[in-house]
């Protein structure tokens, strides 16, 4: 079968075709013809070698993050049947509950190999079937940012119907944060460097528009629609130049998701607010196979579509494309389609 592998040294332009033989399902696994995959931010860093040592060995087999046609079953199988369209959960061995430092072994795209394969061997505990409504590339899009985007705001945040959400960016954590606050009644402020995204987002449901290149004093403009209070929840994925901004943003006792750190892991901040406002940083790690399965039926109950950019890519262009992913400029997921 055809795949496509990392060799020799971390760098997307080492991403090659490659040849590995047709895998089988023993008892308990599934065999999926990929149809699939999209994009994360992950796979940039991944493709460097960012995470260190937990990033794994070479070669290996980007992307996290796909979808699949269920083409056979081993013995005992009962979750799925031939047929069924699956995404591989994007933390194999995390079915449900808290994060525990151990589930990192189980992450697909790095440190085990990902899903740029023709076909892949999945333990059945480690597939979700997909929302009925959605295509392979629709479902494509879930395992990591649609996650990731519901354990914030659903799971962990409990938003309810009235409260205010900041999400930082039109990328794709940011615009999944977009549709499920909408879902659950939430008003949002979306900021972007890009008049043209935000107008797309409003076309999503975004209530009000900031543009932090324009105005790079934004959390003024957030507390301005606020009434001066600050909004309950914000999504931030800015990390170090934004996370400043984000606690003057929040409200008190409200609650900062911490999930991306685009504009830098380090840096200096003022801490003295989130301990006298009682601010709830959260750091959040994708989510488990429980939090994946929540958000799939719901997502299916409300026939609820990813937002996809026009920008697509080739199983052979991934290196191509990961290196322009990371240059940004695409609104929603980019994904890629295995005919
Ligand atoms: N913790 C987790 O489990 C988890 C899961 C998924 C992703 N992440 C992280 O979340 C981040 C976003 O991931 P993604 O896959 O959604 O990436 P993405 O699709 O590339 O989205 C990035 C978007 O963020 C916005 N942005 C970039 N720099 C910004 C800044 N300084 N201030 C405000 N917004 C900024 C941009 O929006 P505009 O173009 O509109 O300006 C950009 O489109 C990454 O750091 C990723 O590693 C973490």
Redesign the pocket.
Known sequence: MRVMELRDDWSPDNIKPAERPDPEPGPGEVLLRMRAASL???DF?MAHRGYGRRSGTLPLVPLSDGAGEVVAVGSGVSRVAPGDLVCPIFGQTWLSGSFRDELWEGMLGGPRDGVLQEFMVLSEEGVVRAPRHMTPVQAATLP??AV?AWNALVTQGQVKSGDSVLI???????LFALLFAKLRGAEVII????GD?LARAQALGANHLVN?AEQPEWAARVRELTAGAGVDHVVE??GA??LAQSIRAVRASGTISL?????GGAGSLNLGPVVTRNVRLQG???GSREVFEDMAQEMEEHRIVPAIDERTFAFEAVGEAIKA?AE???FGKVCASFG
Do not use: K, P
């Open positions: 994360n931010y992950r860093v990591c940012a990731t930082l960016g039109t990328g794709g954590v940011s900021t972007s460097s890009s995204r932090y994925v800015g130049g934004t999930i991306g750190v685009l504009s959040v790690t994708v992913f940004g400029g695409h």
